[in-house]
């Protein structure tokens, strides 16, 4: 592949690497500078999507089950009724019900409440869960937490031995929250390579070297858009050529394309995100 007219577009805006696999094989690869982890900021979210699958593989839990329910013991007096309908599913869609952003990366330092299960649950739900798409840290921090509680250890502890470990992934760095739980919505440190596997996982539907880690039938179900108000499955983009992504500030991309047999994955420190999208689309997915 020719990443010449790419890198043309993209070398004054921040990209430091991508790379481009199709049918399993890789077929083109540009770097501005060596591979190192970098803080690939949401994509995060994307792994605490696979580890809730795993975790519904393992009976651990269900989409189904109320958040008064999972996390009875953190819940605000007299929750509202929006909190009592709310769901682990909801926690995945970005349509959880709360108005406004909250746990991101600007806000994180300030709160003096150390408990943000407890915090996250006291924000008011002010719509119907499932009503409105907001895009918000808190439910993907929530699906972590009750990933960590039915788990019994940390989200790195359990994805080493289920993903990591298959993938080649050694152990990476995660954000804590000030508890020393992982932050299931971002934070996590990863190479461009180590990255780009993980859009190979899900294009080949949870199998790695021949052998079934996640159920197909779970990464079908993730990575299908939700609801028609927003392009987001579970903690995973919808875009164009019926592709979905894993999706970091700054230009982080591991793209799937299943029509294509394809993987796309980019690294950047890129404020114009939207020029970068439009390159990866007009440059590269032109020659799948």
Same mark, same amino acid.
Request: proline letters at 2%; glycine letters at 10%.
């Given at each position: 592949m020719d990443l010449q007219a790419f890198v043309e577009k $993209?070398? +004054?805006? *921040?990209? &430091? *690497? $991508?790379? $481009?696999?199709? !049918?399993?094989? &890789?077929? *083109? #690869?540009? !770097? %501005? #500078? *060596? #591979?190192?982890?970098?803080?690939?900021? %949401? $994509? +995060?979210?994307?792994? +605490? %999507?696979c580890a809730v699958g795993f975790a519904v593989q393992e009976g651990l839990l269900s989409l189904d089950e109320k958040l008064t329910d999972v996390f009875a013991e953190d819940l605000p007096e007299n929750p509202c009724e929006n909190l009592k309908k709310a769901t682990v599913r909801d926690l995945l869609t970005m349509h959880l019900g709360q108005k406004s952003a909250s746990l991101m990366?600007?806000?994180?330092? &300030?709160?003096e409440e150390d408990n943000w299960v407890k915090l996250s649950l006291s924000i008011p739900f002010e719509y119907e869960p499932g009503t409105h798409f907001v895009y918000n840290n808190v439910g993907p921090y929530l699906a972590g937490m009750l990933v960590q509680r039915r788990a019994g250890c940390d989200l790195i502890s359990y994805l080493t031995p289920r993903l990591f470990s298959h993938l080649g992934i050694k152990r990476p760095t995660w954000e804590m929250d000030p508890l020393g739980n992982s932050f299931g919505a971002g934070g996590l440190f990863l190479t461009l390579s180590e990255m780009h596997k993980l859009g190979l996982f899900y294009l080949n539907k949870g199998a790695w070297n021949g052998k079934q880690l996640l159920l197909a039938e779970w990464i079908e179900e993730s990575t299908r858009q939700y609801a028609p108000d927003a392009p987001y499955a579970y903690l995973f983009w919808r875009g164009k050529y019926n592709s979905f992504r894993a999706d970091g500030k700054y230009g982080q991309f591991s793209i799937v394309l299943p029509d294509y047999d394809a993987v796309i994955s980019v690294v950047s420190e890129c404020r114009k995100t939207e020029e970068l999208m439009a390159a990866i689309y007009e440059e590269i997915c032109t020659q799948l």
């Open positions: $993209v070398n +004054t805006i *921040g990209v &430091l *690497g $991508v790379k $481009v696999s199709q !049918h399993n094989e &890789l077929i *083109g #690869e540009w !770097h %501005s #500078e *060596g #591979e190192c982890r970098r803080n690939v900021y %949401s $994509v +995060t979210k994307s792994f +605490t %999507s990366g600007a806000q994180r330092p &300030l709160y």
